[in-house]
């Protein structure tokens, strides 16, 4: 039995109502001609921000009384879009610095690359693959702290930002890390890429991922928990002035057609992809909960074929919270520790790998190279050692099929088929 990492036809044949009103939502675009921007980007915009990015509220509140600024949501063109136009925005460029983990998809520090900016990297916590607060302070600590309070970098640089990826669906230790950026006068953006409609419980209350920071961006890529038809994204900002400057940025700094505030790009959500997206945000809540649901049976079935001695299951940092969507697993990422080494468990990730190729199994890892040995940052200098949660990461996790449409009998499928690999 087959089973494949990801199947996106199967929304089309097991949803037939959602494969209509998707259609139905491409017709209606074509209908009435508004393909840039326009009504459809700001209605998304507004279900959004009203479903995955209000704060969770006791009974009684209202978002108006519990805040006084609500996160405003900017469609863009990507989410490597939406990232380069907050940094734009918050003018990080040459002569800055911003800090983030080497263990996550390229874009991020891809970003600060074509900003100008200098890339500081810092390792991750083992147990959640997420920027560890202690590395961050150590790091902080040891940069050179003018009077005036400026963090400068080895190279001179003012280290302006950090910037946390949650990963795999869950969320950094985002009150560290908030707590330390502020002792330290560093801006924050989420990457929230992987996290849309999962919860996190801050000290201060719970709240919803990329609703943390003061900023923060989200992905729509198709394979996403709520995925577009082709690439689309979205930026978040607290304070209006700056989603205000990302809404110029977005569409060539302009306000009027043709006369420039700032210079832009052409980082706008098309009308068809958000008409699409409208469509099948109010299923994020069932898929995510189809998410949680596929993992406790891969839990249960690992447990079942006396398998966790041998793999780590994903980290569950917030499951005592009681927040049901502590976790929404955008990813099912195993951890076969010691794969890596010359112990008992030597290569016995890449065995697990044949044996799934062989079966014709999904798998994927995420990430196998991280950033800091990527050959396009080798200017950075950094060697292999630098970062070693990053790189041991790299070297022993297996993303499995979690998509919301996987059977049970394919879970069973898949964790029967490593048992095999291991016996």
């Known amino acids: 039995m087959s089973v494949p990492l990801f199947d996106l036809s199967r929304q089309r044949t097991q949803s037939p109502s959602l494969h209509e009103a998707t259609k139905e939502a491409v017709l209606r675009v074509l209908d009435h001609q ?7 980007v700001l209605i998304f915009e507004k279900e959004v921000e009203k479903r995955c990015l209000e704060a969770i509220l006791p009974q009684g509140e209202t978002p108006e009384s519990a805040s006084p600024r609500m996160p405003q949501a900017i469609g863009t063109s990507s989410g490597t879009d939406a990232l380069l136009a907050l940094l734009i925005a918050k003018n990080i460029g040459a002569g800055d610095a911003v800090i983030t983990t080497p263990y996550t998809f390229f874009a991020t520090a ?12 810092c390792d991750i916590d083992p147990a959640t693959y997420m920027m560890d607060p202690e590395k961050l302070r150590l790091i902080l600590g040891n940069l050179k702290r003018e009077t005036s309070g400026v963090l400068r970098s080895a190279h001179g640089n003012h280290v302006k930002m950090v910037m946390p990826i949650h990963l795999f669906g869950t969320c950094c230790d ?4 908030m707590a330390i950026a502020k002792e330290y006068h560093l801006m924050v953006i989420e990457d929230a890429a992987q996290v849309l409609g999962a919860d996190y419980p801050s000290i201060h209350g719970p709240k919803k991922a990329g609703a943390i920071a003061e900023m923060s961006y989200f992905s729509f890529y198709p394979t996403k928990n709520l995925g577009a038809a082709g690439d689309a994204g979205l930026a978040v900002a ?21 006369y420039h505030k700032v210079v832009g790009g052409n980082f706008r959500l098309d009308a068809i992809q958000a008409a699409i997206l409208r469509v099948r945000l109010p299923y994020i809540d069932q898929w995510n909960e189809q998410r949680r649901n596929n993992a406790a049976i891969y839990k249960n079935a690992f447990a079942k074929a006396g398998l966790l001695s041998r793999i780590h299951l994903p980290s569950e940092p917030w499951a005592a919270s009681g927040l049901k969507n502590h976790h ?10 010691g794969s890596a080494d010359q112990g008992p468990q030597a290569g016995l990730r890449e065995t697990i790998m044949a044996h799934l190729k062989k079966k014709q199994i999904g798998y994927a890892i995420y990430y196998p190279v991280p950033l800091h040995l990527q050959e396009c940052f080798a200017y950075l200098g950094h060697k292999k050692k630098d970062f070693i949660e990053s790189e041991r990461a790299a070297l022993e996790t297996l993303a499995l099929p979690i998509f919301p449409e996987l059977s049970e009998k394919e879970i069973n499928t898949v964790v029967a088929s ?3 690999a291991i016996s």
């Open 34 to 40: 508004e393909f840039i921007l326009g009504k459809e």
């Open 110 to 121: 891809g970003c600060i690359h074509r900003v100008g900016a200098e890339i500081i990297f």
């Open 238 to 258: 607290l304070d209006p002035e700056v989603a205000d400057q990302v809404r110029l940025i977005r569409n060539h700094g302009m306000e009027e057609r043709y």
């Open 418 to 420: 490593i048992a095999e």
């Open 174 to 177: 985002m009150d560290a890390i």
């Open 328 to 337: 929404i697993y955008h990813q099912y990422v195993i951890r076969i520790v």
